[in-house]
């Protein structure tokens, strides 16, 4: 009798403990902007043609603001990345020359966003890769 009740007690304390000691996973709160990133196009520059993608902010919550975007412009398979950052609520837009037809470009970005009087949320919206054969 006495074993049959510690063998419940250390269930009952053992499965007490499983529960306490749970923890639920909890996803991460959602960044206070949402942002778009356009697939790479060519574009006239300076009498040119080059290849352009730009990342703009979409919609930001209630109290909060885009902070920075960074858009990015890739020969695909090139290491060598060219981007370009903005403040606020102006988009980044980058351009990549000379434009090499019959070439693959990736386009890549982020936004960031913030909330007024707050330094920039540390979750940002990365967008892409976009690739197009242009």
Do not use: K
Not at 61 to 68: H, L, N, R
């Amino acid at each position: 009798m006495i074993r049959a009740c510690l063998a419940l007690s250390v269930a009952a304390t053992t499965a007490l403990a499983g529960v306490v000691g749970a923890t639920d996973a909890h996803a991460q709160p959602s960044p206070p902007c949402t942002f778009t990133l356009s697939n790479p196009v060519v574009v006239p520059d300076a009498g040119a043609p080059a290849v352009a993608a730009t990342l703009q902010p979409v919609e930001c919550g209630w109290s909060a603001e885009p902070d920075y975007t960074v858009a990015c412009l890739q020969i695909t398979g090139n290491p060598a990345t060219t981007c370009v950052q903005s403040r606020g609520r102006d988009g980044a837009r980058v351009v990549y020359s000379p434009y090499v037809p019959g070439t693959s470009y990736t386009a890549t970005g982020r936004g960031c966003g913030r909330w007024v009087g707050q330094p920039p949320a540390p979750l940002c919206q990365h967008l892409g890769p976009y690739t197009a054969m242009l």
